[in-house]
């Protein structure tokens, strides 16, 4: 058991540029939750998987992001034409089932120029 | 929406100090969760708890569901506590389902050798 691993840990792209993160949860977590944090903050919440479902996203998550888990296992956020206010931590967490302890990734820095 | 305020925003003390972090929030909840970041981002779970007490080595976790507050205590601080303590609280009018979570900013401990 690796834990969450996220790739890459940083990304510095040009505005306007595509980004993709990528998500490896812990293999048996069916649940698979993504956060933003900026500088000062708490995490807030993306959106969150149930297997290959998304089942929630927050209106944080404009038209220009879009999150995938297509066989339940990995997920990959992808923003599109980025901003420079999309410059943040996009934190990964998977836990498995409701009720459980969520674990976290190390989360992947976006930096956009 | 549940407000999660967290006490004091930053806090340095001495090696071997007694330390008390707060947290308050404002909505019921199902769980309470006490994270640890370290610079470069990775969040550690310390404590879920949905009553009482739990401890863990020289961490103390207490919750108080009637007034809406919990404590995280450190005994005998070290610096390699240095880091940051963030307060979540899982409900469901957090994003994420039953088990979202609502996050403090979180509390900046730095304990001097």
């Known amino acids: 058991d690796t834990g969450v691993s996220q790739d890459p840990r940083h990304k510095i792209t040009k505005r306007g540029q595509n980004v993709t993160f990528r998500c490896d949860p812990i293999s048996e977590h069916n649940r698979l939750y993504w956060y933003r944090q900026t500088l000062g903050q708490g995490p807030e919440f993306l959106t969150y998987?149930?297997?290959?479902?998304?089942?929630?996203k927050s209106r944080l998550l404009s038209d220009r992001f879009s999150a995938e888990r297509p066989k339940g296992s990995f997920s990959t956020l992808e923003i599109q034409r980025t901003e420079q206010g999309d410059s943040a931590m996009y934190l990964c967490a998977s836990s498995w089932t409701a009720g459980n302890t969520i674990y976290f990734g190390e989360g992947s820095w976006l930096t956009v120029v | 929406k549940n407000e999660v305020e967290q006490s004091p925003q930053n806090l340095t003390a001495q090696e071997g100090e007694f330390i008390t972090i707060n947290c308050s929030y404002s909505v019921g909840i199902s769980a309470l969760h006490w994270l640890q970041q370290h610079p470069g981002g990775g969040i550690v779970s310390l404590f879920m708890?949905?009553?009482g007490k739990k401890k863990h080595g020289r961490l103390i976790a207490t919750i108080n569901i009637q007034e809406k507050h919990s404590s995280l205590h450190i005994t005998a601080s070290h610096p390699r506590d240095s880091a940051v303590y963030i307060c979540?609280?899982?409900?469901?009018?957090?994003?994420?389902?039953?088990?979202?979570?609502?996050f403090g900013k979180g509390t900046h401990l730095i304990i001097q050798p």
């Open positions: 979540a609280v899982r409900s469901p009018s957090s994003g994420g389902g039953a088990d979202g979570l609502t």
């Open positions: 708890l949905s009553s």
């Open positions: 998987f149930q297997n290959e479902a998304q089942l929630e």
